[in-house]
């Protein structure tokens, strides 16, 4: 039952979701890596057919709501970096962890930069090379979130 509607990616999401907002630290919470982002991107890799630019879309939306940032900004953002994920999903996957991990860097950096893009185009952010400390955290956090959903994945039988 749950293998056909998608209840087990949607759970993934929205845990996601919660634990982008979650307190933390403020010491450490510049460091706090993309969840929403780091999650999107291995359904987009795994499954690209049911994960895709929409739900990175409805993702990133949704994390501008919670974040209270300019509407769109993250989904613009989350959207872009997803497509680039999905449409090179078959590189990816062949790719070892280490090397998904560093590709995860890349997009992550380019996930941050686009916000920030679009942030200075509508208000007046200056950029502090502090903005890209999540990247380093997203890279770390890659094998170990891959590995957990792969088992779920598996687990469910997600297809």
């Known amino acids: 039952m749950f293998a056909h509607n998608g ?8 845990l996601s979701l919660i634990a982008a907002i979650m307190p933390m630290p403020i010491s450490i919470d510049t460091f706090r890596p993309d969840w929403v982002l780091v999650v999107t991107m291995y359904w987009a890799i795994a499954l690209p057919i049911r ?13 501008d709501i919670l974040l209270g940032s300019i509407l769109g900004i993250h989904a613009a953002a989350m959207a872009m970096t997803i497509y680039i994920a999905s449409g090179n999903f078959q590189k990816i996957r062949n790719f070892s962890l280490w090397q998904q991990s560093l590709v995860i860097g890349v997009l992550a950096a380019l996930y941050h930069l686009i916000v920030f893009w679009l942030q200075r185009l509508l208000t007046d952010v200056v950029f502090l090379p502090s903005y ?12 170990w979130a891959f590995l957990l959903l792969r088992k779920t994945r598996q687990h469910f039988k997600i297809k």
């Open 132 to 143: 890209l400390y999540p990247v380093i955290t997203s890279m770390i956090l890659w094998p």
């Open 7 to 14: 209840v087990i990616i949607l759970l993934t999401l929205l």
């Open 51 to 63: 994960v895709n630019v929409i739900t990175a879309w409805v993702m990133g939306l949704l994390l």
